[in-house]
Every structure is written in structure tokens, then in C-alpha cells.
């Protein structure tokens, strides 16, 4: 079993940052790919950004310039560094993992429990 745990969410005024984490432990192979999503209320859940295990990162066109997607293959832990915050980019935050499960060798996606942004004055 694998589990996905974020932090570093909360409350931050307009133009402020915030970096999120998250770390993957337990039958883990390898990672192939990390990303974050978010949800805003009334929304469906979007991809903001995605790194595969070999560090190509990308984008939605909204976080361009302001996040940067990061990951630490030693620590299975991806990273979200979130500069220049709006009310817009207020939401829940979801990583979601790709990765091949060594109880099983399958490629499975993972998801963690979600972390709240909130970007207000």
C-alpha cells in the first residue's frame, strides 16, 4: 500500500507564497510521474503541474512564471512553490502520484487527502 501525505496549505494574503509537500512512503518501486491538482468550489478538479521522475516539469497556463513543480527522487516527495498568489488560485490541493506498486508491479495512481489553499486579504 502506498499513502501520500500533503502539507504547507493555509492562509495567505494576495502576492504572498506558500510551498507545499508531498511525501510518498510504503510499496513504492519507482515513481513516474507526480502532480498537483486543485478545486476550487463549484469547479472540477484541474491539473496545475506535473513533473515526471525526470524532471521535466509543466504547467496550466494560469501558474506559469508564479509556481514551480519540483521532486526529490530520494525522498518521494514532490514539491509545490507558489509565488504571486491570487484569489483565483484559492482551492483544495491534491498530489497524485504515478508509480509502480512493489506489492503488486503494477503502475498505479495514488492520490493524497487534499490540503486548502486560501489566498485572501
Known amino acids: 500500500q502506498v499513502q501520500l501525505v500533503e502539507s504547507g496549505g493555509g492562509l495567505v494574503q494576495p502576492g504572498g507564497s506558500l510551498r507545499l509537500s508531498c511525501a510518498a512512503s510504503?510499496?513504492?518501486?519507482?515513481?513516474?510521474?507526480m502532480a498537483w491538482y486543485r478545486q476550487a468550489p463549484g469547479k472540477d478538479r484541474e491539473l496545475v503541474a506535473a513533473?515526471?521522475?525526470?524532471?521535466?516539469?509543466n504547467y496550466v497556463d494560469s501558474v506559469k512564471g508564479r509556481f514551480t513543480i519540483s521532486m526529490d527522487n530520494a525522498k518521494n516527495t514532490v514539491y509545490l512553490q507558489m509565488n504571486d498568489l491570487e484569489p483565483e488560485d484559492t482551492a483544495v490541493y491534491y498530489c497524485?502520484?504515478?508509480?509502480?506498486?512493489?506489492?503488486?508491479?503494477?503502475?498505479?495512481?495514488?492520490w493524497g487527502q487534499g490540503t486548502q489553499v486560501t489566498v485572501s486579504s
Open positions: 510504503g510499496s513504492i518501486f519507482s515513481i513516474n510521474a
Open positions: 513533473i515526471t521522475g525526470g524532471g521535466s516539469p
Open positions: 497524485k502520484a504515478d508509480l509502480i506498486d512493489s506489492g503488486n508491479w503494477y503502475l498505479q495512481t495514488y
